[in-house]
């Protein structure tokens, strides 16, 4: 993915309402703006605003069904967002385990000074 998608992508779930939508979507398959607003806390219009964020970062796309709008999830860009969480997540363990290793190594060596001083000897 390409920093704009990816910034796009993160914006568009890192809001709850959008999520709270989007999980719908999925729980539904397909639905309507009207419908959705009639199941969110938030109007008709913040929910026609969050399906265009939506479709913008390409997580849903839309039908027309007579008068009808129909929105339905992308699954093929909801996996590359599970996979890019998934991603994220990896680094940040790899970055928490090196700074756990830093602080035990810090903290045995911190140790050690302290017996050192408690037994009169040198630093």
């Given at each position: 993915?390409?920093?704009?998608?990816?910034?796009?992508?993160?914006?568009?779930?890192?809001?709850?309402?959008?999520?709270?939508?989007l999980?719908?979507?999925?729980?539904?398959g397909?639905?309507?703006?009207?419908?959705?607003?009639g199941r969110?806390?938030?109007?008709r219009?913040?929910?026609?605003k969050?399906?265009?964020?939506?479709?913008?970062a390409?997580?849903?796309?839309?039908?027309?069904?007579?008068?009808?709008?129909?929105?339905?999830?992308?699954?093929?860009?909801?996996d590359?967002?599970t996979r890019?969480?998934?991603?994220?997540?990896?680094?940040?363990?790899r970055?928490?385990?090196?700074?756990?290793?830093?602080?035990?190594?810090?903290?045995?060596?911190?140790?050690?000074?302290?017996?050192?001083?408690?037994?009169?000897?040198?630093?």
């Amino acid at each position: 993915m390409t920093a704009r998608a990816d910034d796009e992508l993160w914006s568009a779930i890192g809001d709850p309402s959008r999520r709270q939508v989007l999980d719908l979507l999925v729980s539904r398959g397909e639905a309507s703006a009207s419908w959705l607003a009639g199941r969110v806390p938030f109007s008709r219009q913040a929910v026609a605003k969050h399906l265009a964020v939506l479709e913008d970062a390409g997580l849903v796309s839309r039908r027309k069904e007579g008068r009808e709008v129909l929105y339905r999830v992308q699954a093929g860009r909801l996996d590359q967002a599970t996979r890019a969480m998934t991603e994220v997540a990896a680094q940040w363990d790899r970055r928490l385990a090196a700074i756990k290793r830093l602080a035990e190594a810090a903290h045995a060596e911190n140790k050690k000074i302290e017996k050192r001083k408690r037994e009169g000897e040198p630093s």
